[in-house]
């Protein structure tokens, strides 16, 4: 099998428009949720050896994974040293060389907002599932909150687990998140040491100001869903009198809330 071959049969799973590459894209997404939903799981429960084993064909998968892209990539450099590049490296040398226990390995929810994010899953959802077209916007906004209070939940695990006798494990990590997103702050559970007092006023000063936006974005949308009678444009701003396409006069219901 020469290398173009493999080059195109992984660009029809990747980015293919067929079955076949719904499919296994579809499978990819499930086999993230579950990498995410094991991390939760397995804090609930004394690390052992099966622990390690899990982990490292977790990795592996990872590493395939990471590794076609590259192949199918117009620009593989420039992957290869992105964001999500860097994040996914890290990401597989905790989970095939784990210094730190799980060490970088809750990374691995930014893989979620990454495949949520790409043009291929957001078209497959938009055909496949009704009424996601429709609520993209509140529907995309409600996963960035669920993924941003998860990265903010696993950032706190990670850094406290063992350290702090009050974070045991994922639910109190997120009871922490939480009540300091909301600025509820019981004070029952506390971040301790240098690095925990840092991590607090961080999620205090970032968390809470993208916390408020992202509720904003799932109750509010940037766009009113309303077509336009003429042209059929379907999103205007919510406080638009004409369509921006052809000018048609609109009559928007609003509120007239800020």
Same mark, same amino acid.
């Given at each position: 099998m020469t290398e173009a071959t493999i080059r195109a049969r992984l660009r029809a799973l990747y980015e293919g428009a067929g079955e076949t590459g719904d499919r296994f894209?579809? !499978? %990819?997404?499930?086999? /993230? !949720? %579950? &990498?995410? &939903?094991? %991390?939760?799981? +397995? +804090?609930? *429960? &004394?690390r052992g050896a099966h622990h390690d084993r899990i982990d490292l064909a977790i990795g592996l998968v990872f590493l395939a994974d990471f590794l076609a892209r590259l192949v199918i990539s117009r620009r593989p450099l420039r992957d290869l040293f992105s964001f999500w590049g860097a994040a996914d490296i890290l990401v597989i040398i905790s989970l095939l060389f784990p210094i730190w226990g799980e060490g970088l390995a809750f990374l691995r929810v930014l893989r979620l907002f990454r495949v949520f994010h790409s043009p291929q899953t957001l078209d497959q959802l938009?055909? /496949? @599932?009704?009424? *996601?077209?429709?609520?993209?916007?509140? @529907?995309?906004? +409600? !996963?960035? !909150?669920? @993924? *941003? @209070? *998860?990265?903010?939940?696993? %950032?706190?695990?990670?850094t406290q687990s063992g350290a702090n006798d009050k974070i045991g494990n994922y639910a109190d990590a997120l009871y922490f998140t939480v009540t300091t997103l909301t600025t509820t702050g019981f004070g029952d559970v506390t971040l301790v040491g240098t690095s925990g007092k840092l991590l607090s006023v961080a999620v205090m000063i970032f968390g809470i100001s993208l916390f408020l936006r992202l509720i904003q974005v799932v109750l509010r949308p940037s766009?009113?869903?309303?077509?336009?009678? &003429?042209?059929?444009?379907?999103?205007?701003?919510? /406080?638009?009198?004409h369509c921006k396409a052809c000018g048609t006069v609109l009559n928007i219901p609003d509120e007239g809330l800020d």
């Open positions: 894209r579809y !499978l %990819l997404l499930a086999f /993230d !949720l %579950l &990498t995410v &939903t094991w %991390l939760v799981a +397995s +804090s609930f *429960f &004394t938009r055909e /496949d @599932i009704p009424g *996601f077209r429709r609520n993209e916007q509140t @529907i995309r906004a +409600s !996963l960035n !909150l669920v @993924i *941003f @209070i *998860f990265a903010m939940t696993a %950032l706190v695990y990670q766009k009113a869903y309303f077509p336009c009678p &003429t042209c059929g444009l379907r999103r205007h701003d919510h /406080d638009a009198v």
